[in-house]
């Protein structure tokens, strides 16, 4: 994920399943009240304010993508609300803990906030998995692969990637440090270029 390309891409090609209007039950750690990542996307927001091509993330929407269940039409909300239920036993053996965030790397389709300790968001996402499948026979999604990060911005056209790389050098006041205490299912919208989403269920961790 380090390996910087050597052009933009857009990121908001209509994947499979998706459309217009279409949501998504997913899990995601979210950072309401996270000041200090705030104040850290602030500064790279600031940087990149002249770059053509990107989508800048709010602070309301700054998330870790976690672990999708499916599309909303097709799972049942029964289901989800039980996978909720479980998530909370799970989730409740999972101690709490900081983050360190940034900097950001840029890659095809978004700049990225590297994330550490990696092993505890691992964590938190094998929990999740864990209540998935005692209410499912299948766990939506690869275990592997899973490599955590914040985005700060999305690209939205194809072009060069230089101008967002020497943008990013000029931010040096990372990492910025956030509280995870609990992890949140939420429905996913994309339909605006940006991810934005209402909240299903906010489970506490230990």
Do not use: C
């Not at 039950?25 to 304010?49: E, K």
């Not at 499916?70 to 909300?77: A, K, M, S, T």
């Amino acid at each position: 994920m380090s390996d910087t390309p050597e052009r933009m891409a857009d990121h908001w090609w209509w994947r499979p399943g998706w459309a217009e209007g279409r949501r998504f039950y997913t899990w995601h750690l979210t950072f309401d009240g996270a000041d200090d990542l705030h104040r850290l996307a602030a500064d790279y927001r600031h940087a990149l304010a002249d770059v053509t091509g990107l989508d800048l993330v709010p602070d309301r929407w700054l998330h870790l993508t976690m672990q999708g269940l499916g599309f909303v039409d097709e799972v049942d909300e029964n289901d989800a609300r039980a996978i909720g239920d479980a998530a909370g036993r799970h989730l409740a053996k999972v101690p709490a803990f900081d983050l360190a965030l940034g900097p950001a790397i840029v890659t095809p389709e978004a700049l990225l906030l590297t994330v550490a300790p990696a092993d505890a968001v691992h964590a938190v996402r094998s929990a999740i998995r864990t209540a998935i499948a005692d209410v499912w026979t299948q766990v939506p999604e690869v275990a592997d692969g899973f490599r955590p990060h914040v985005s700060v911005a999305y690209s939205n056209s194809i072009g060069p990637v230089q101008p967002a790389t020497d943008a990013l050098a000029e931010v040096a006041s990372y990492p910025a440090t956030a509280r995870v205490t609990s992890a949140e299912l939420i429905v996913l919208g994309r339909d605006e270029r940006m991810y934005e989403w209402q909240s299903f269920a906010q489970v506490s961790l230990g």
